[in-house]
Nanobody
Framework: QVQLVESGGGLVQPGGSLRLSCAAS????????WAWYRQAPGKSRDFVAA???????HYANAMKGRFTISRDNSKNTVYLQMNSLKPEDTAVYYC????????WGQGTQVTVSS
């Protein structure tokens, strides 16, 4: 069973940047597509960005041009570079499979506030 561990969140001022990481266990990481999701307080968990096994990327409209998803198959890790952060980006960020579901990790809190 895949285990997912997200990290890299924190408190950042509006306009700032953060880089999130998601480490996945298992030997088939490179074969799968992965995605980032986020959940703000009192809201549903929403799609943020995805990267396929072939490195094609997909973004929610609100993240295009600000967020970049990438992966390092040698480290079983998927990243989310977040720039020009806004208060509305405040949420717990999770990674998971894209097109399939793995057990959710604990997520990493991102708070954008002055």
């Amino acid at each position: 069973q895949v285990q997912l561990v997200e990290s890299g969140g924190g408190l950042v001022q509006p306009g700032g940047s953060l880089r999130l990481s998601c480490a996945a266990s298992g030997s088939a990481f490179s074969l799968y597509s992965w995605a980032w999701y986020r959940q703000a307080p009192g809201k549903s968990r929403d799609f943020v960005a995805a990267i396929t096994a072939g490195d094609s990327t997909h973004y929610a409209n609100a993240m295009k041009g600000r967020f970049t998803i990438s992966r390092d198959n040698s480290k079983n890790t998927v990243y989310l570079q977040m720039n020009s952060l806004k208060p509305e980006d405040t949420a717990v960020y999770y990674c998971n499979g894209w097109g399939r579901a793995e057990p959710w990790g604990q997520g990493t809190q991102v708070t954008v506030s002055s």
